[in-house]
């Protein structure tokens, strides 16, 4: 009897010591070993992006992101682009914001006309989130048929250059820009810098005539720098004369051509003529 009585107070006991442990206390204990549950990632939002082109095909991004938390740290992006702003989505840029404003900006070279987005991925801290898509758009522009003539001259008589602006109006439909200045550039045989010798405008046919200097044997270009809308374009041909009479002295001493023209008829891009049509418009 002595043994069953000390079992059935033992039982008690216990049973007194649980009733006297507060439920959340019980709930405390019972998940102490349990590691706790990762939150869930912030939302993240586009604040504002905007994308823009100049004539020579360099694009301009920017943009800000804001969530309801602090944002503490920068964030790597993407910028992306597609011909027709639903597929295709390509990388042209990856850009990190700063971490004061959480902006971002950045610039690029892509000659393509189309549709721009910018995009996080995603991370253990924030959501991933898409710009809304912007459309950057410029028309294709190409100078045909540039020549300089006579091919042989005084040296600092005149030559001759003419040519023909067009630009493209639809996908597949193109013609003539007209009332529009195109700048006759000129190089100096063995060298690489080209100057700038005089502005010619087209006419209603998109075609211009302009007599220039020959300061001396070398090659003649024609550049169109673009205008609202289009992109600028250079003479695919660089038509040379030769140059006799007057020798002698530096170049410096004789007359000489007008200012440095930043630019290099060979450039790739905008330039070319030929191949897909480089601005396209819906």
Known sequence: MRRITLG???????????????????????????????????????????????PWGNVTADGA??????ISSALPLTIEYSSDG?????????????????????????????????????????????????????WRTEIHSFKVSPKKVRKNHYVTASGRLVRWFTNTKHGAYSGRKVEIIFRFKGKKTWYHLAWAKTNSKGNFTKKVKAYGKGYYAAVFRGGKG???????NTPYVKTYGIGGGSIAAQAAPGPVVNWTPSLPGPFVTGGSIAARRD
């Open 8 to 54: 059935i107070l033992s039982a008690s006991a216990v049973m007194c010591t649980l009733a006297a442990v507060p439920p959340a206390a019980l709930a405390e204990t019972n998940a102490s070993g349990v590691s706790h549950a990762r939150l869930d990632p912030a939302p993240l939002q586009f604040d504002h992006f905007t994308v823009s082109y100049d």
């Open 65 to 70: 992101l804001r969530s309801d938390s602090a």
């Open 86 to 138: 639903q597929t295709g989505w390509t990388v042209k840029k990856t850009v990190t914001t700063d971490t004061g404003a959480n902006a971002f900006h950045s610039t690029f070279f892509n000659n393509w006309s189309g549709y721009y987005r910018a995009r996080f991925a995603g991370d253990a801290t924030y959501q991933a989130a898409t710009s809304p898509v912007r459309k950057a758009w410029r």
């Open 230 to 236: 289009t992109f600028a374009t250079g003479s695919s």
